[in-house]
């Protein structure tokens, strides 16, 4: 199986940024089935909702329309690593992120994710 381990969380005033990261660990067959890595957050009181996706070749990158063009998904697959760069912060944002993997073409944007990470804390201050 896959591994996920988010980092990068913390406090912020609005405005701000943060870069999250998710390293990815396990067997290397198992790594090199992810086909898609991905955010979500869920905010205190509400359901989790997908923040961004990039497929593993870098091609294909897919947002969140409350995220476009403030936030961006990047990875380093020499590290296994997928990044969420986080720009102009609002308390809107405030949320666990959660890293997920996926490892099927099969579903659509934001289903089908089979590994997730434990999460990390985002907080906006105003």
């Known amino acids: 199986q896959v591994q996920l381990v988010e980092s990068g969380g913390g406090s912020v005033q609005a405005g701000g940024s943060l870069r999250l990261s998710c390293a990815a660990s396990g067997y290397t067959y198992s790594v090199n089935s992810v086909k898609y890595m991905g955010w979500f957050r869920q905010a205190p009181g509400k359901e989790r909702e997908g923040v961004a996706v990039?497929?593993?070749?870098?091609?294909?990158?897919y947002y969140a329309d409350s995220v476009k063009g403030r936030f961006t998904i990047s990875q380093d697959n020499a590290k296994n690593t997928v990044y969420l760069q986080m720009n102009s912060l609002k308390p809107e944002d405030i949320a666990m992120y959660y890293c997920?993997?996926?490892?099927?073409?099969?579903?659509?944007?934001?289903?089908?994710?089979?590994?997730w990470g434990q999460g990390t804390q985002v907080t906006v201050s105003s």
């Open positions: 990039i497929s593993r070749g870098g091609h294909i990158t």
């Open positions: 997920a993997a996926r490892t099927t073409f099969v579903g659509d944007n934001w289903q089908n994710f089979r590994y």
